[in-house]
């Protein structure tokens, strides 16, 4: 099992930064590394971005891409999601899961442990 818990979300005015955190525990080493979601009221999930626990591959929606940076801290288990230039339309849950599954990263059906979500708002 693996235990992800998410961290940071809040109320931002559009142009402005948050930094989202994703605290992993149990077997990460089963898993093959961590990706980020977001849904919108009404919408769909939807894939924001990934990193494998290596580090080496990263992965971006074109939607944020250029403006949201993943890393990692292997010391304190711990993923980042870094997003600056914030827009309204980037108001949404997010949710960090580990991927147990191979395939295309950006497919949630692959991961197999999430966390609670996170609440991320942008005003305009």
């Known amino acids: 099992q693996v235990q992800l818990v998410e961290s940071g979300g809040g109320l931002v005015q559009a142009g402005g930064s948050l930094r989202l955190s994703c605290a992993a525990s149990g077997r990460t080493a089963s898993t093959y590394g961590l990706g980020w979601f977001r849904q919108a009221p009404g919408k769909e999930r939807e894939f924001v971005g990934y990193i494998s626990w290596s580090g080496v591959s990263t992965y971006y929606a074109d939607s944020v891409k250029g403006r949201f940076t993943i890393s990692r801290d292997n010391a304190k288990n711990t993923v980042y999601l870094e997003m600056n230039s914030l827009k309204p339309e980037d108001t949404a849950v997010y949710y960090c899961?580990?991927?147990?599954?191979?395939?295309?990263?950006?497919?949630?059906?692959?991961?197999?442990?999430w966390g609670q979500g996170t609440q991320v708002t942008v005003s305009s």
């Open positions: 899961a580990a991927r147990d599954r191979a395939g295309a990263v950006s497919r949630d059906g692959l991961y197999g442990y």
